[in-house]
């Protein structure tokens, strides 16, 4: 498949190493690679693990920006933590993502939010230990290059809005 992707990974504000980790697998790394990606940038918080290539993917990392849209808008896929404000700002565009769920967390709150957001057709939604068997799961979903509407059904732009009442509902 031709290169042509590009990952942008968050963590939002809270420090999320093991999934920085899990992006430093060369196995992991490796999948990508095939599914067309290039290039992944991660905002890692207050994260203190580096992202490493130990593939032909570039990476870039940075540990917080005033405003991520840029970063969001240029990404084929997104791959964030199940915090609440990301994820409504990536539903409310046409960009793939993948949630990941930070299970070292006291409360469920993040599972019962990517849970939601999958059953409803937002997103993907996986754990840090099955993050590269998601990838190989979901192929049709996770490829670079292929735009989320062309996956899912189009929703009516009123659905899109209400998806901040299904995240309240949660809480």
């Known amino acids: 498949m031709k290169n042509k992707g590009f990952i942008f990974v968050t963590v939002g504000t809270t420090k999320f190493d093991k999934l920085?980790?899990?992006f430093n697998c060369i196995e992991l790394q490796q999948t990508i690679v095939k599914f067309g990606y290039y290039k992944i940038v991660f905002q890692i918080g207050r994260?203190?693990?580096i992202p490493i290539s130990r593939s032909k993917l570039v990476y870039e990392y940075f540990t917080y920006k005033n405003n991520l849209k840029s970063d969001l808008n240029t990404a084929d896929l997104v791959v964030s933590h199940a915090g609440a404000g990301t994820c409504l700002e990536v539903c409310t565009s046409s960009i793939r993502m993948l949630v990941v769920v930070n299970d070292m967390l006291m409360d469920n709150h993040?599972?019962?939010?990517?849970?939601?957001?999958?059953?409803l057709g937002h997103c993907i939604y996986s754990n840090v230990s099955n993050l590269k068997s998601t990838f190989e799961c979901n192929p049709s979903i996770l490829c670079a290059?292929?735009?989320f509407s062309d996956v899912f059904t189009k929703l009516e732009t009123d659905y899109y809005r209400n998806?901040?009442?299904d995240i309240d509902s949660l809480f």
């Not at 993040?110 to 059953?119: I, V």
């Open 47 to 49: 994260g203190t693990v």
């Open 145 to 147: 290059g292929i735009k």
């Open 163 to 165: 998806i901040a009442e």
């Open 110 to 119: 993040q599972s019962e939010l990517a849970e939601k957001l999958s059953n």
């Open 20 to 22: 920085i980790e899990a």
